[in-house]
């Protein structure tokens, strides 16, 4: 009954006629003339088309900025004038540790919770030979920059200046700067997490435990001088270890005197810890020396060394996902 209808009827009159174009020389001369997009022109489209799916979909705009500031807020009033407190390293250490973990978690599964569906229609779109697997995530890189500038700057800034830390305005730029790296490092994670998997439910599945002993290895939890030689090859891949001991460093080595002065005064501190009196130390010395055992690279030497661990693993992380072969 299907052959002999209308529509079999026009759906064959249809092929037959793209059949009789096809042979056409004409048209196929005229086909000659178009040619495939330029790398530059590819990114462009895929930009725009990304800002406009943005303009659809609240996960990615205006949900993110209102969970980031609130959650921000949050934070701001736990940690709220805690600096000027007695327990004054353990207060500004967990201020630190927690920016870190909160930018690194955030920006990862922020990228976790879009990615994989995004790579589906970049798969097939690829095999249709409408882009490079390459243009597709440079556009992804690109397109995503903004919001990693903007979240860390919202987060970082709010828990701060409620924290009340070290209130220089150079303390405070590079504390910015260190967070907007850290937060594009995790986003990269991100990335190469979500390239490994088609769900959103897998590609969140098989970071989480990953990026918890990343945490784990941060140096806040333990002293890394005493993890089993196997780990410690995990140290060195960990964002958390880099960003971590980079704003250690930013605070008691490159911090104003008055901030590290207010070490000194932590009397509840000192008085809580056993045995203070047999070390013979002043109590700046005393802080110094607490605060080396609390992770390693703690001297201000290594401070440009792991600044350039966290744009390495960046590069690297962004350079592996862009050479992923299954996806070609």
């Not at 006629?17 to 495939?36: A, P, S, Y």
């Not at 690829?126 to 992804?140: A, P, Q």
């Not at 903004?146 to 700057?153: K, S």
């Not at 005493?226 to 980079?246: E, K, N, W």
Request: charged content about 10%; aromatic content about 14%.
């Amino acid at each position: 009954k299907y052959a002999s209808s209308e529509q079999a009827l026009a759906l064959k009159e249809t092929v037959e006629h793209q059949l009789t174009l096809g042979n056409n020389t004409v048209l196929t001369d005229r086909m000659k003339l178009f040619k495939n997009p330029t790398f530059g022109h590819q990114v462009k489209w895929l930009l725009w088309r990304s800002f406009v799916s943005d303009t659809r979909n609240s996960v990615r705009t205006t949900f993110v900025v209102f969970r980031t500031v609130v959650l921000a807020c949050i934070f701001g009033i736990i940690y709220f004038q805690l600096c000027d407190s007695g327990h004054f390293i353990q207060n500004v250490n967990a201020v630190n540790f927690t920016v870190v973990a909160l930018t690194v978690n955030t920006s990862a599964y922020v990228i976790l919770s879009t990615m994989p569906i995004n790579n589906k229609i970049g798969i097939r779109e690829n095999h249709r030979g409408m882009f490079s697997i390459l243009t597709y995530y440079v556009s992804v890189v690109v397109h995503d920059f903004p919001m990693l500038i903007i979240f860390p700057l919202l987060v970082n800034s709010i828990i701060y200046w409620m924290s009340d830390m070290d209130n220089t305005w150079s303390h405070y730029l590079a504390f910015i700067a260190v967070g907007i790296l850290v937060s594009n490092t995790a986003a990269a994670y991100g990335q190469f997490f979500a390239s490994f998997s088609s769900t959103i439910e897998g590609a969140i599945s098989a970071s989480v435990p990953i990026l918890q002993i990343f945490t784990i290895l941060s140096g806040f939890f333990l002293s890394l001088t005493h993890i089993p030689a196997a780990l410690r090859v995990l140290q060195y891949i960990s964002p958390h270890y880099y960003a971590y001991t980079t704003f250690m460093i930013l605070e008691w080595k490159t911090g104003s005197l008055t901030h590290q002065l207010n070490c000194s005064r932590s009397e509840n501190y000192l008085e809580s810890t056993s045995h203070v009196s047999s070390y013979n130390y002043s109590r700046l010395d005393f802080c110094t020396r607490i605060l080396r055992h609390s992770s390693v690279n703690i001297n201000s030497q290594h401070l440009a060394f792991n600044i350039l661990m966290l744009a390495l693993l960046f590069v690297s992380k962004t350079y592996l996902t862009t050479d992923y072969k299954p996806l070609t």
